[in-house]
């Protein structure tokens, strides 16, 4: 047997002073020909390996250089530098991956994020990127555990869809057809996707919700958690072509149930994460600060990365209609100032993101949830309010990001449904299996879509989306 390792994280927790123990990871540093720090990717606490002078091979001592890997064994003591409690004196050491420390892109100093994108196949080595990468884990349990504790079904939606009805975006196509021109062509000239290997066109999926209802009017309540695509051709700090989405779906659930939901699950997972992961956290909210140093006064934010989160779960977020937000826009100074790129037109308007975050970073100073938007601007299957003009939609917003989640109830009255769905040239024949849940035994539901990526970036107050997924696809990039 190989493994009879202990985690580092664990065994600074346990503090077994005088035990025999055996760790391995990856040498952070080496100073003196005597004081590696360790890692091993548990905590972003390196253990001290203390090797006794003169006690160990001059070739093995030139082998231990930044990022080889090796395994260390000894006894644990109190240490006696600064910095750490616990040394581990070391009675053997061995080399098992040798780093060529010339060659080795990530030097033991602090590098720009931006420099860390170009080299993301290492940037997990980094404390940066090691503690927002335990964060995200942590999120993922937290929603694995929240909806689970509620009985909530986890539904595996498709990745590969057919339907491209739902409008969330502009999406990647799915096909293995040649693509120099030989694909067979049908009578109108265009490609014949029917000889296409499912026998029709299909798309990578930007959504799993018109298949999560389905799921929710059997289970009641279903929620799935897994990768989303859209085409978006623009390069913000907020958009990736590979996402991960939460998407609950509730049967016997209206707009106002949604949101208690939605605002109940997104405190949920941030607390979980402060008390689980309270080092890394700690590790970002100081990180968070310094990078804040380099800026004006003004352009700082007001709270730290755990007070704002502190104070976001222990308040209520401010919810609002489209139609009160509108009216807070016009009379802003901001927009008597002219301030706004976007000018405000008036009720009907499609908001902006400066429109948004003017809401919740300016006015508001919290999470806000908007609802009952106009019709005109949200997808067809949103439930149409009484009013005649608006439907049951709802935005979550929250301070540094905008929107993390988007949701609504549903249109379950089978008339209204499909009359939007002609208003707005959807052919009811490819939807067929999505209306039949209107069909047989229809209930009003409402459900959301959260963007995970959104929700670790406010966890962990990263201010680039590439920053917190594993391996960024953005135009133009997929390179690791
Ligand atoms: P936005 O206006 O920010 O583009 P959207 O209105 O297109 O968002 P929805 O279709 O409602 O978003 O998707 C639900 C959630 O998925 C959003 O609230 C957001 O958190 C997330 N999301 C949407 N598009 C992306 C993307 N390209 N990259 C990362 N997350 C996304
Ligand atoms: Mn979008």
Same mark, same amino acid.
């Given at each position: 047997m190989f493994n009879n390792r202990i985690k580092i994280k664990e065994l600074l927790a346990q503090e077994p002073a005088g035990q025999q123990v055996t760790v391995m990871g990856w040498v952070r540093t080496f100073r003196n020909n005597q004081f590696i720090a360790l890692n091993d990717g548990s905590t972003n606490n390196n253990l001290q390996v203390v090797l006794e002078l003169g006690k160990f091979p001059e070739e093995l001592l030139k082998r231990i250089t930044t990022s080889a890997s090796l395994r260390a064994q000894g006894v644990i003591e109190p240490s006696l530098g600064k910095g750490q409690k616990l040394d581990l004196k070391a009675t053997t050491i061995e080399i098992l991956g040798d780093s060529d420390a010339e060659k080795y892109p990530l030097q033991p100093k602090k590098h720009s994020l931006e420099f860390l994108r170009e080299k993301t196949h290492l940037r997990f080595r980094t404390n940066t990127f090691g503690a927002i990468f335990r964060v995200r884990h942590t999120l993922a349990f937290a929603v694995h555990q929240f909806f689970n504790q509620k009985g909530f079904i986890y539904l595996h939606t498709p990745i590969i869809t057919a339907s491209d009805a739902e409008g969330a975006g502009e999406m990647f196509r799915v096909t293995t057809l040649p693509m120099d021109g030989t694909a067979p062509k049908n009578e109108e000239g265009s490609v014949n996707y029917k000889e296409d290997f499912f026998g029709r066109s299909t798309n990578l999926t930007v959504s799993g919700q018109l298949e999560g209802e389905l799921g929710a009017t059997a289970f009641g309540e279903i929620y799935t958690f897994g990768p989303t695509f859209r085409a978006e051709n623009s390069n913000t700090a907020r958009h990736l072509a590979e996402f991960w989405m939460i998407e609950p779906e509730m049967a016997f659930c209206d707009l106002e149930d949604n949101m208690n939901l939605a605002e109940e699950f997104i405190k949920y997972i941030i607390r979980y994460a402060m008390q689980h992961n309270a080092e890394d956290m700690q590790f970002l909210d100081q990180r968070l600060f310094e990078e804040e140093k380099q800026l004006p006064p003004d352009k700082?934010?007001?709270?730290g990365l755990l007070d704002k989160l502190k104070f976001v779960v222990d308040n209520q977020f401010e919810r609002i209609t489209y139609t009160a937000a509108i009216d807070i826009l016009r009379q802003s100074n901001h927009n008597k100032k002219k301030k #706004?790129? @976007?000018?405000?037109? %008036?009720? %009907?308007m499609d908001l902006q993101s400066e429109h948004e975050r003017y809401l919740v970073e300016k006015h508001f100073k919290k999470p806000v949830i908007l609802s009952? @938007?106009? $019709? $005109?601007?949200?997808? #067809?299957y949103m439930r149409q309010n009484e009013? %005649?003009?608006?439907?049951a939609a709802m935005d979550i917003l929250v301070p540094g990001i905008g929107e993390i989640a988007g949701g609504s109830q549903r249109e379950e009255r089978m008339d209204r449904l499909t009359t939007r769905m002609k208003e707005m040239h959807i052919p009811e024949e490819e939807l067929w299996w999505y209306l039949d849940t209107r069909r047989f035994g229809t209930v009003p539901h409402a459900g959301f879509g959260l963007g995970f990526e959104r929700m670790v970036q406010f966890v962990t107050g990263m201010n680039n989306i590439r920053d917190v997924i594993a391996f960024p696809r953005t135009p133009g990039s997929a390179e690791f």
């Open positions: 700082r934010s007001e709270m #706004f790129q @976007y000018e405000i037109t %008036g009720w %009907g009952n @938007y106009p $019709a $005109a601007t949200k997808a #067809f009013d %005649g003009k608006t439907v």
